[in-house]
Nanobody, 125 residues
Framework: QVQLVESGGGLVQAGGSLRLSCAAS????????MGWFRQAPGSEREFVAA????????YYADSVKGRFTISRDIAKNTAFLQMNSLEPEDTGVYYC??????????????????WGQGTQVTVSS
């Protein structure tokens, strides 16, 4: 079983930046993709961004395009989410996830196999 541990969340003012990290450990599977999702209080979990592990293709939700950047460091088994121009609407718990399936729909949370515990991001106005 792969363990995913997020870090980097916190409190920031609107317009500020944060960089989230997701470190993977354990397991020996060939990871196809990693993604970031978020959940605001009273809302459903939503897709934020994803990256295919080997090729590095990236995908973003419309709400974060141009502001967020997903990347990965293969040697360190770590994915990152650089978040710029943060808005109060970006507030929520951010989760990273990993999937081994080549057929996964990367914006669909149920297609991921492993999840981290989440890190809180709060953007004040």
């Amino acid at each position: 079983q792969v363990q995913l541990v997020e870090s980097g969340g916190g409190l920031v003012q609107a317009g500020g930046s944060l960089r989230l990290s997701c470190a993977a450990s354990g397991g020996t599977f060939s990871r196809y993709a990693m993604g970031w999702f978020r959940q605001a209080p009273g809302s459903e979990r939503e897709f934020v961004a994803a990256i295919t592990w080997n090729v590095g293709m990236t995908y973003y939700a419309d709400s974060v395009k141009g502001r967020f950047t997903i990347s990965r460091d293969i040697a360190k088994n770590t994915a990152f989410l650089q978040m710029n121009s943060l808005e109060p609407e970006d507030t929520g718990v951010y989760y990273c996830a990993a999937t081994v399936s080549l057929y996964a729909t990367l914006a669909r949370g149920s297609d991921y196999d492993s999840w981290g515990q989440g890190t809180q991001v709060t953007v004040s106005s």
